[in-house]
């Protein structure tokens, strides 16, 4: 089984919006997600098969927002998800990223954040319409220094 993480290709483009129907996370262009910059995206293939994504947005030198994550129902916790985040962050923390923000709805996603990558809650967000879970009508917003999050995983924390 050959797992790689890359650079989004435009050729996923139409795989990657299965993925995001598949969690409800499709209403692009809309007031939740009004696009999608495809600049900063990494998509997981795993035989050659898209099975996950995610990217960021840079909002300033020092800050970055992630946007979207999704891995294939079928694929879940096979530890893809956890690739995919650490690439992103490694990526956002060589454009000198300090600061990293994620807003995330679903229970399992905010524990997968805290326990895997060091992520606090700093607030609450309403949503703008149906996005993600429909029984969810809050976003948690989470918050990660990059820096220490990377020393901490040098010490092996
Ligand atoms: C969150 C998500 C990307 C994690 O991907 P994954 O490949 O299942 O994650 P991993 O296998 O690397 O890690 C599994 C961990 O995530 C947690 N997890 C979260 N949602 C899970 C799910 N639906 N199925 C299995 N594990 C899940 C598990 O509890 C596990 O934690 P543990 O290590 O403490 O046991 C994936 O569950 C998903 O696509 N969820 C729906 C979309 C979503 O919420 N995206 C995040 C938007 S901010």
Same mark, same amino acid.
């Given at each position: /089984?050959?797992?790689?993480?890359? @650079?989004?290709?435009?050729?996923?483009?139409?795989?990657?919006?299965?993925?995001?129907?598949?969690?409800?996370?499709?209403?692009?262009?809309?007031?939740?997600?009004?696009?999608?910059?495809?600049?900063?995206?990494?998509?997981?293939?795993? $035989?050659?098969?898209?099975? !996950?994504?995610?990217?960021?947005k840079?909002?300033?030198?020092?800050?970055? &927002?992630?946007?979207? /994550?999704?891995? *294939?129902? %079928?694929?879940? +916790?096979? !530890?893809?998800?956890? &690739? #995919?985040?650490?690439?992103? /962050?490694?990526? /956002?923390?060589?454009? !000198?990223?300090?600061?990293?923000?994620?807003n995330? *709805? #679903?229970?399992?996603?905010?524990?997968?954040? &805290? %326990?895997?990558? +060091?992520?606090?809650?700093? +607030? @609450?967000?309403? %949503?703008?319409?149906?996005?993600?879970?429909? +029984?969810?009508?809050?976003?948690t917003?989470?918050?990660? $220094?990059?820096?220490?999050?990377? @020393?901490?995983? &040098?010490?092996? *924390?």
């Open positions: /089984m050959s797992l790689l993480i890359e @650079k989004a290709q435009p050729e996923d483009r139409p795989r990657v919006f299965e993925l995001l129907e598949q969690a409800n996370m499709h209403h692009i262009p809309s007031e939740e997600v009004p696009s999608v910059t495809w600049e900063n995206y990494f998509v997981a293939r795993l $035989d050659g098969e898209v099975v !996950g994504f995610c990217g960021y840079i909002l300033s030198p020092t800050d970055a &927002k992630t946007e979207l /994550m999704v891995v *294939d129902p %079928k694929c879940r +916790g096979l !530890g893809i998800g956890f &690739k #995919l985040q650490e690439r992103r /962050m490694e990526e /956002m923390l060589a454009d !000198g990223i300090h600061k990293l923000i994620t995330a *709805d #679903l229970p399992a996603s905010i524990a997968f954040y &805290k %326990k895997h990558f +060091g992520y606090r809650e700093v +607030g @609450k967000l309403d %949503k703008v319409h149906e996005y993600s879970d429909p +029984g969810i009508d809050q976003w917003t989470l918050q990660v $220094d990059l820096d220490q999050w990377d @020393k901490n995983r &040098k010490k092996g *924390d």
